[in-house]
């Protein structure tokens, strides 16, 4: 079957938020009573293997934004919490943590940017310019 998306188009749906988006579509789908019932055993197998592969997927995606970083954020802790359940609970408490941390750090730069109208430059890269830095 050929696809009639263009390369452009299909960039764009690789990314962290249609993977996220995606994502978060199944796990709604898997948590449904229905989907529990035999007759859907296949689509049940059909879905996890999909959710699987997104996961996967997400990984090898950079975000672009903090609401990407929550989303691959999300992803881990609910695969955490699949894998060991809860009585790691403390590894849940500081996927969460961190989460918010991205958040506070994120409105932190932009607050720092839009208060003098000049752009803010990562502190690496203020490193990575200066002469016999490593």
Excluded at 114 to 132: D, I
Aim: without cysteine; aromatic residues 4%; hydrophobic residues 40%.
């Amino acid at each position: 079957m050929t696809s009639l998306t263009s390369h452009a188009e299909h960039d764009q749906q690789n990314t962290v938020s249609s993977f996220g988006l995606r994502w978060a579509a199944l796990r709604g789908m898997l948590d449904s009573p229905l989907i529990n019932a035999e007759d859907q055993r296949s689509l049940r197998d059909e879905l996890l293997r999909e959710l699987k592969s997104i996961e996967r997927a997400v990984g090898g995606l950079a975000a672009r934004n903090e609401y990407e970083v929550a989303a691959k954020l999300e992803i881990i802790r609910q695969s955490v919490t699949d894998a060991v359940g809860k009585e790691q609970v403390w590894l849940i408490d500081l996927l969460d943590s961190v989460g918010q941390d991205v958040t506070l750090l994120s409105k932190r730069y932009r607050a720092a940017g839009a208060g003098n109208g000049a752009q803010v430059q990562p502190a690496s890269a203020g490193r990575a310019a200066t002469p016999g830095a490593a």
